[in-house]
């Protein structure tokens, strides 16, 4: 079955970075656009970023635009998150989910997700 | 930027039905998928397409959408739907929406 599993989470200071990881397996990877979606406590969902299929197009949150890096590599069925210059608002659950079109262009729905990684940024 | 608003929490008697909206400028117009998130755990589609169930959703779950607010109808409630239920919509000028999530108490 579809699986996705986060890691890379953990507590960082204020203006520093930090690269979440997600592994895929029990699909092909290569055929589907993918999503971080983030979570701050107590809060609702919010998207991040989206990567299609190959890699060609990415699309950001304005909230995270020129701070993170939504990347992948289908050699190795991973998925990642580059983040840098991190603030206390980014202080959240991050998950990854698997976008429903196969060779999509753009976002569809998240189907399913990873089960998260918490990122704390704090001093 | 496209906003999708939904009420903070709806409560349900055991058995009946609640339905749970998500308003936003001609929804009707997108597709509208919803999400279950029960506490501590990952978000479950429950719907996609406005009121399609994937496989091994329950009936009792069905969705509509027209004009400027889209519904998530959950027949004969249990005690097992409490949980937060959030739509999602993407537009091609805000990319991916969430709405901010409504929580279901069952009485």
């Known amino acids: 079955q579809v699986q996705l599993v986060e890691s890379g989470g953990g507590v960082v200071q204020p203006g520093g970075s930090l690269r979440l990881s997600c592994a895929a397996s029990g699909f092909t990877f290569s055929s589907y656009g993918m999503h971080w979606v983030r979570q701050a406590p107590g809060k609702g969902l919010e998207w991040v970023a989206f990567i299609r299929y190959d890699g060609s197009n990415k699309y950001y949150a304005d909230s995270v635009k020129g701070r993170f890096t939504i990347s992948r590599d289908n050699s190795k069925n991973t998925l990642y998150l580059q983040m840098n210059s991190l603030r206390a608002e980014d202080t959240a659950v991050y998950y990854c989910?698997?976008?429903?079109?196969?060779?999509?262009?753009?976002?569809?729905?998240?189907?399913?997700w990873g089960q998260g990684t918490l990122v704390t940024v704090s001093s | 930027s496209y906003e999708l608003t939904q009420p903070l929490s709806v409560s349900v008697a055991l058995g009946q039905t609640a339905r749970i909206t998500c308003g936003g400028n001609n929804i009707g117009s997108k597709n509208v998928h919803w999400y279950q998130q029960k506490p501590g755990q990952a978000p479950v589609l429950v719907i996609y397409?406005?009121?399609n169930r994937p496989s091994g959703i329950p009936e009792r779950f069905s969705g509509s959408n027209s004009g400027n607010t889209a519904t998530l109808t959950i027949s004969r409630a249990q005690a097992g739907d409490e949980a937060d239920y959030y739509c999602?919509?993407?537009?091609?000028?805000?990319?991916?929406?969430f709405g901010g999530g409504t929580k279901l108490t069952v009485l």
């Open positions: 989910a698997k976008d429903v079109q196969n060779y999509g262009d753009y976002p569809d729905w998240f189907d399913p």
């Open positions: 397409r406005d009121s």
């Open positions: 999602q919509v993407w537009d091609s000028s805000t990319d991916v929406v």
